[in-house]
């Protein structure tokens, strides 16, 4: 059984980031195992993608998205990603972060993938997350940045 990965707008940003050469490498090394998982996205996060201003970036960037699994953002995504606001795990400006780890753990991925470490890829931060997840007997998830997978 493959792992269920959830990828945040970031990793999908970094593959052609050269500004951060390491990282961008080390999104690269993940692509090539890519198959390795079940890969999933959700609508945010070709929104947030479909942000880029240059044309040609941004066709290249939801190129990226073909093999994924791209859930639509749903009410109860919304609502779960306002209950981690309201438990302060997320701070309203982080809404997006908290949409994010909602659809991962609603859709039942295994893991979150981000390259986001100061509002996900956080040992405090994902505690946090699943405390709130037990709390509603909804489950747990890893949130780790591409080179821990």
């Not at 079940?38 to 960037?61: C, F, G, I, M, W």
């Not at 405090?124 to 998830?141: C, D, G, M, Q």
Request: glycine letters at 4%.
């Amino acid at each position: 059984m493959k792992l269920r990965v959830y990828l945040d707008t970031s990793v999908f940003s970094a593959y052609f980031d050269a500004r951060v050469r390491d990282r961008q490498g080390q999104t690269e090394t993940f692509w090539t195992r890519r198959h390795e998982f079940e890969l999933a996205t959700s609508e945010l996060a070709r929104e947030e993608l479909l942000q880029a201003r240059d044309v040609a970036q941004r066709q290249r960037l939801v190129g990226l998205l073909k093999g994924f699994t791209v859930h639509p953002v749903s009410k109860d995504m919304e609502r779960l990603g306002q209950r981690y606001i309201d438990a302060g795990v997320f701070t309203s400006v982080m809404r997006n972060d908290a949409v994010h780890v909602a659809a991962a753990v609603l859709t039942r991925q295994d893991i979150l993938l981000s390259w986001n470490f100061r509002h996900l890829v956080n040992r405090l931060r994902r505690a946090k997350v699943n405390e709130v997840n037990i709390s509603l007997a909804l489950p747990t998830i890893e949130i780790l940045a591409p080179p821990e997978l």
